[in-house]
């Protein structure tokens, strides 16, 4: 049975830091794709940061591009996500998740090519 437990995720004033950790059990991080989403309220889900692990291979979205990093300890079984200059609208519950079968998503930052979910940690950033 795959599980994905994110930690890390606080309050913090605007223009600082935070480092979330997805670890993973039933699963095998690397040569595998996993991505970083977040849902804010009253909005939908989006993609923020993914990574093919064998590689390091990322992708960001716009919105965070030079800001946060995504990560893997494969020997840990475990993906990072760094977010530093952080904005009170990244405030949001932040999910790790993961493809099946070593698949290669064709657009990586998409939810529809996720196969299994964490269940959030809060990240809250006020001004």
């Known amino acids: 049975q795959v599980q994905l437990v994110e930690s890390g995720g606080g309050s913090v004033q605007a223009g600082g830091s935070l480092r979330l950790s997805c670890a993973a059990s039933?699963?095998?991080?690397?040569?595998?794709?996993m991505a970083w989403f977040r849902q804010a309220p009253g909005k939908e889900r989006e993609g923020v940061a993914a990574?093919?692990?064998?590689?390091?291979?990322?992708n960001y979205a716009d919105s965070v591009k030079g800001r946060f990093t995504i990560s893997r300890d494969n020997a840990k079984n475990t993906v990072y996500l760094q977010m530093n200059s952080l904005k009170p609208e990244d405030t949001a519950i932040y999910y790790c998740?993961?493809?099946?079968?070593?698949?290669?998503?064709?657009?990586?930052?998409?939810?529809?090519?996720?196969?299994?979910w964490g269940q959030g940690t809060q990240v809250t950033v006020s001004s």
């Open positions: 039933g699963y095998t991080v690397s040569n595998n794709y």
């Open positions: 990574i093919y692990t064998f590689i390091g291979t990322t």
């Open positions: 998740a993961a493809v099946s079968g070593g698949r290669r998503p064709f657009s990586p930052l998409r939810q529809y090519e996720y196969n299994y």
